[in-house]
């Protein structure tokens, strides 16, 4: 049990931001809306409570769009997909709801752009994620994924006078700040978007852990999946400033032995899991004793993005 002055921090922000908002809201507004049934194809954002939810509305998700049955609806991740999923959602005579995040749609128009003037486009991000599948798919013979930084030292291009740089909009710039130098100083004319692609809210989600970190915690929980790219990268944050911590999906995740010791919680959710999983894990933490302070509104970061518009409200 914790010492009387032991207490659990609600950090903010967290939880939701307006890409993963918009595309949730739109699989509703669908199922509300259109006559059923609506497929989605992968998980509309990496969290499992999310998509349980959602199929028990009645979406069904399918891994391609393959499996959805000619001329029916389907609803595209938040992730993104390739031009040869629109060319097969068109073959099949679907009903295509582009979900893709605004944020990530810009990274693909990059891509496109830098792909037209003949340049070799280096995308910093990891290979099997679901966005950089997509990303990639918008110029394959020209994009070459960095993962690392040894892939970074390594990489070889056709012209290294005509490179371009995106990156995953997921990622910390923690993680890429090295990758990048090590481009610049290998291929001085590269190229790149002049505001970065890191995600705001990924940006401000990693800032929210050091600086409570910084303040003085010592566990930082962060409620979120395990495929979560933008999770994964909170809870290193964490652990770079020097903290413990790891990554929940839910209460039942929490391991009581982590408590022990500890005189500040941190608790904060990535950008894809929802309030009530953080509500459920501060509840816990309250019944053993800690103290309950910080921030009840999970984002206030002001970002809102309009919905596709076959799902509009007229």
């Not at 979406?59 to 997909?81: N, R, Y």
């Not at 013979?141 to 995106?166: K, S």
């Not at 990924?202 to 930082?220: E, H």
Request: charge should be negative; proline fraction near 5%; glycine fraction near 6%.
């Amino acid at each position: 049990m914790p010492e009387i002055s032991s207490r659990i921090d609600l950090i903010a922000p967290r939880g939701y931001c307006a890409g993963v908002d918009r595309a949730i809201e739109t699989v509703e507004r669908a199922l509300d809306e259109l006559s059923p049934p609506v497929y989605v194809r992968g998980e509309i954002v990496h969290n499992r409570h999310v998509v349980d939810t959602l199929t028990a509305r009645g979406a069904i998700f399918v891994a391609t769009e393959q499996e959805v049955p000619e001329g029916a609806t389907i609803i595209l991740s938040a992730h993104g997909v390739a031009p040869e999923v629109h060319a097969n959602c068109a073959a099949r005579r679907l009903r295509v709801i582009d979900a893709t995040c605004p944020l990530v749609s810009k990274v693909h128009a990059e891509v496109r752009r830098y792909a037209t003037r003949g340049a070799t486009v280096l995308l910093v991000g990891h290979t099997d994620h679901d966005e950089v599948i997509g990303t990639s798919g918008e110029a394959p013979d020209q994009v070459i994924v960095v993962e690392d930084v040894e892939q970074a030292r390594t990489v070889e291009v056709t012209d290294p006078n005509n490179v371009a740089l995106t990156t995953q909009t997921t990622l910390s710039l923690d993680d890429t700040t090295e990758i990048v130098q090590i481009l610049h100083e290998r291929f001085p004319a590269l190229l790149m978007p002049p505001n970065g692609d890191i995600c705001y809210a990924t940006q401000n989600r990693q800032d929210a852990v050091k600086s409570a970190v910084a303040a003085g915690a010592d566990l930082v929980l962060v409620v979120g999946s395990q495929n979560s790219s933008n999770s994964n990268r909170m809870v290193e944050v964490g652990r770079a400033a020097g903290a413990e911590a790891y990554l929940i999906e839910n209460v039942d995740s929490v391991d009581p032995d982590w408590l022990t010791g500890k005189r500040r919680v941190a608790l904060t959710a990535g950008a894809s899991a929802p309030e009530v999983l953080v509500r459920e894990v501060a509840d816990l933490l309250a019944g053993r004793g800690f103290d309950r302070t910080g921030s009840d509104t999970p984002s206030a970061e002001g970002v809102i993005f309009a919905l596709p518009r076959e799902v509009r409200v007229p």
